[in-house]
């Protein structure tokens, strides 16, 4: 059984190219004085269908009907009233038509898809938290041995994309303050003054020093030694 673990990178080289067409795709009714916009919103119709946008649809087909067939009645020298009506018919669709497709682009084009998960083991009970530890163990020793090597793994930067499991660190020295208060004892005000100390003074070597500069009961020091790490 699986779970999502921390984010991956993504690697999508096409973003921009997509994000260009779907603009064009929306401007297609004003650059066309309108006339794309049944193209536009009959294309978003086909990939996300909506009653909204069958409404849109059939409201900007009709107005431009109308616009032409006011336009034919009259000929060259149309009443003001048939003037107005055709350019009413014409740019107003074409102004509204591209508003709407730009509010829905991003449901119809899917732009932002869910990022990509790690999946990392889980099993139940004592398993999960036995395995855990281990990897704690595992990460600190990685740490110890090459602190570069830590870093580029992401030990304990949960706020990180990384791929490698750590068993739940935090490196006391560079993670940032919401990561920090999520450690049992850490309040916001502890996590700002440990960044000022480590900005000022340098990092951490220890809980000791830790305990030293904030301010944290005693009955929180045994979950603090089990997850906070002190990479340099």
């Given at each position: 059984?699986?779970?999502p673990?921390?984010?991956?990178p993504?690697r999508?080289r ?14 297609l009714?004003l ?11 009959g ?7 909506s009653?909204?946008?069958?409404v849109?649809?059939i ?9 032409f ?11 003001l ?8 018919g ?16 991003g449901q ?10 790690v999946?990392?083991?889980r099993e ?7 395995r855990?530890r281990?990897?704690?163990?595992q ?14 793994l ?8 990384r791929?490698?499991d ?7 020295n560079h ?8 450690l ?6 502890g996590?700002?003054q440990i ?6 003074v ?7 020093e ?11 020091e ?11």
């Amino acid at each position: 059984m699986t779970a999502p673990g921390p984010l991956a990178p993504q690697r999508n080289r096409s973003r921009a190219l997509t994000e260009v067409g779907t603009v064009l795709w929306a401007l297609l009714p004003l650059l066309t004085c309108g006339f794309g916009a049944p193209i536009s919103l009959g294309i978003a119709l086909a990939k996300r269908r909506s009653a909204l946008t069958l409404v849109a649809l059939i409201v900007h087909g009709a107005l431009l009907v109308a616009a032409f067939g006011v336009a034919g009645e009259f000929g060259r020298t149309p009443p003001l009233w048939a003037d107005v009506v055709f350019y009413v018919g014409v740019f107003f669709p074409a102004i509204v038509a591209t508003l709407h497709l730009f509010v829905i682009r991003g449901q119809v084009w899917a732009l932002y898809p869910p990022a990509d998960r790690v999946p990392v083991a889980r099993e139940a009970g004592a398993e999960a938290v036995d395995r855990a530890r281990r990897l704690r163990e595992q990460a600190r020793r990685t740490a110890a041995a090459d602190p570069m090597l830590a870093k580029r793994l992401a030990i304990g930067r949960p706020d990180l994309p990384r791929q490698f499991d750590d068993g739940g660190l935090v490196d006391i020295n560079h993670a940032p303050p919401q990561v920090l208060t999520s450690l049992p004892g850490v309040t916001p005000e502890g996590a700002r003054q440990i960044r000022e100390r480590v900005e000022l003074v340098g990092p951490f070597t220890s809980l000791g020093e830790v305990l030293l500069v904030v301010e944290i009961s005693p009955a929180f020091e045994h979950h603090l030694n089990e997850y906070a790490i002190f990479i340099p």
